[in-house]
């Protein structure tokens, strides 16, 4: 009798977790020189302090519309959704299994107006309407630059990915748009971007811990940020740099 429930335990956990394990797998092998933090890591609400930031921050904008990048299985725009309901979010993520299943997800609880992209790359901006806000949490970041802590990160995930992720999310926010970008082991400030932008504080919010990497690479010495939410200048160009 025991033996069964821990067999059909088992069971069920394999289940749940060899179809993740594989799909990260297929990440690492064909889409490795994107790809940041491949774990899908999520849940609702994860970040309230800051979502109401955001919320608090775009009360003149009728119906914004919000970019989830690196949405997971959905929970994120979901939420987002939840705090700013008159918005329109769009939700991208380059797992291709965590867009079925974040699509399932909405569609079981018939929300309509969050759209999720399975992306190979950010979309081509010019496809794209731009948005009031662009979410990038906990996506440049590797779980191997936590738990190793190597002096340099680039055989892991470089400075150049990084950055250049940083800047397709630019090219898709609105001038006078935030950017809010937590959980990274990249700092804006870091960044070719840096003057483009102006840190918004935010108050109440947790600080996110390193470690972080500068533009060669290196370790910096900075052990957390609470710099996590940034307007674009109303005057930055957005035809790139
Ligand atoms: C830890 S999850 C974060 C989920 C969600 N943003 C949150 O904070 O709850 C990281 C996600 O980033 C996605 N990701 C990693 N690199 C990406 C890239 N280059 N483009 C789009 N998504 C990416 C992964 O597939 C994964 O779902």
Known sequence: MIAHAVRRLCGRAYRRVWPEARSIRNLERHMGHLLCQPHPTTGWHRHPALFAAVRDLLAGVVEPRLLSYG????EEALSLYEVLPNAHVTAIDINPRSIRLARRLAARLAVE????????APPDPALIERFDAVF?????RHARLESELPESCAAILP???AQLLMHQLDDLLKPGGYLVMWGSNFRLCDTDLASRYAT???PGCKPHCGPFYTANDRRADAADTAEFVFRKRSDAPNDGL
């Open 71 to 74: 949405c997971s299985t959905g």
């Open 159 to 161: 400075f150049a990915r």
């Open 200 to 202: 918004i504080p935010t």
């Open 136 to 140: 990038c949490l906990s996506v440049l």
């Open 113 to 120: 107006r969050v759209t999720f992209v399975c992306a190979g």
